[in-house]
């Protein structure tokens, strides 16, 4: 292994996760020995809280061409680092694909699929959930969804990070909207195409809630318990 390549590997162990996150563009372009080492890594990670750096190591080896990577995934992480647990049987391989091949568009709408699908077939039919409904959504499978858009976005989206900027925002929804691009000015943003579906997005801007019928479902959805620490 050529020196330069230990130094990086070397500096990414240091765990410090703002130098980590930095340094892994550097070790992927090394190739294979940086593609071996984050495998390594990665599975020295397995049975720990999953990181942000681990989603990103994660990241950078599902998007990686070199077939030792694929293979790696395929075999130690086929449905990725976040535990795909749900307390009512729902099944969140679909999303966790959706967003490790970065299609935010599809993962925001099967996202809220699966909110109807938790809150019942009323739900389901009407394709919306009433805010009643959202106060009884399981604890474990808003966590799976969160813990899924944070760890595919670099610590970017997710219902917890929707709520932190709330809270941070004394609840103000006029204040959270233009910050998450929800609302430029007076003008809503429009669905779907005015939206960012990358990771240049702001910080918070997906997943999304449609506001036409006010802000009771998001206000209870950020109210729930299971964000309580
Ligand atoms: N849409 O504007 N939205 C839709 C958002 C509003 C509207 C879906 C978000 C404002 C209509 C999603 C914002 C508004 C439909 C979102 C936003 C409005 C629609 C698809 C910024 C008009 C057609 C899922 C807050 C001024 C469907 C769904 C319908 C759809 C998301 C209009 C995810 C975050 C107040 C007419 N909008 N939505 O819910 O229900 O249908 O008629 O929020």
Same mark, same amino acid.
Request: overall charge negative.
């Given at each position: 292994?050529?020196?330069?390549?230990?130094?990086?590997?070397?500096?990414?162990?240091?765990?410090?996760?703002?130098?980590?996150?930095?340094?892994?563009?550097?070790?992927?372009?090394?190739?294979?020995?940086?593609?071996?080492?984050?495998?390594?890594?990665?599975?020295?990670?397995?049975?720990?809280?999953?990181?942000?750096?681990?989603?990103?190591?994660?990241?950078?080896?599902?998007?990686?061409?070199?077939?030792?990577?694929?293979?790696?995934?395929?075999?130690?992480?086929?449905?990725?680092?976040?535990?795909?647990?749900?307390?009512?049987?729902?099944?969140?391989?679909?999303?966790?694909?959706?967003?490790?091949?970065?299609?935010?568009?599809?993962?925001?709408?099967?996202?809220?699929?699966?909110?109807?699908?938790?809150?019942?077939?009323?739900?389901?039919? @009407?394709?919306?959930?009433? =805010? /009643?409904?959202?106060?009884?959504? *399981?604890?474990?499978? $808003?966590?799976?969804?969160?813990? %899924?858009?944070?760890?595919?976005?670099?610590?970017?989206?997710?219902?917890?990070?929707?709520?932190?900027?709330?809270?941070?925002?004394?609840?103000?929804?006029?204040?959270?909207?233009?910050?998450?691009?929800?609302?430029?000015?007076?003008?809503?943003? @429009?669905?779907?195409?005015? =939206? /960012?579906?990358?990771?240049?997005? *702001?910080?918070?801007? $997906?997943?999304?809630?449609?506001? %036409?019928?006010?802000?009771?479902?998001?206000?209870?959805?950020?109210?729930?318990?299971?964000?309580?620490?």
């Amino acid at each position: 292994i050529p020196s330069d390549i230990a130094e990086l590997q070397e500096k990414f162990t240091t765990n410090i996760s703002k130098n980590q996150l930095q340094i892994l563009p550097q070790l992927v372009a090394t190739g294979l020995p940086g593609i071996e080492f984050l495998s390594e890594w990665l599975q020295q990670q397995r049975g720990t809280e999953p990181t942000i750096v681990g989603g990103a190591v994660y990241q950078a080896l599902y998007q990686s061409e070199l077939p030792a990577a694929k293979d790696f995934l395929d075999r130690e992480f086929p449905t990725g680092i976040v535990p795909l647990t749900s307390s009512v049987g729902i099944d969140y391989t679909q999303l966790q694909q959706l967003l490790a091949q970065r299609n935010f568009q599809a993962a925001d709408k099967l996202t809220n699929e699966k909110l109807c699908e938790l809150a019942g077939a009323d739900a389901v039919q @009407r394709k919306w959930i009433y =805010f /009643t409904e959202v106060e009884q959504l *399981p604890t474990i499978d $808003l966590h799976t969804i969160d813990a %899924l858009w944070l760890f595919h976005s670099e610590g970017k989206f997710g219902f917890s990070v929707q709520r932190e900027m709330w809270l941070g925002m004394s609840k103000n929804w006029d204040k959270l909207w233009p910050k998450i691009g929800w609302k430029e000015g007076n003008n809503w943003t @429009r669905y779907p195409g005015s =939206f /960012t579906w990358d990771l240049t997005a *702001p910080r918070g801007h $997906l997943p999304l809630s449609n506001q %036409l019928r006010g802000v009771r479902a998001i206000s209870s959805l950020l109210s729930h318990p299971a964000w309580e620490k």
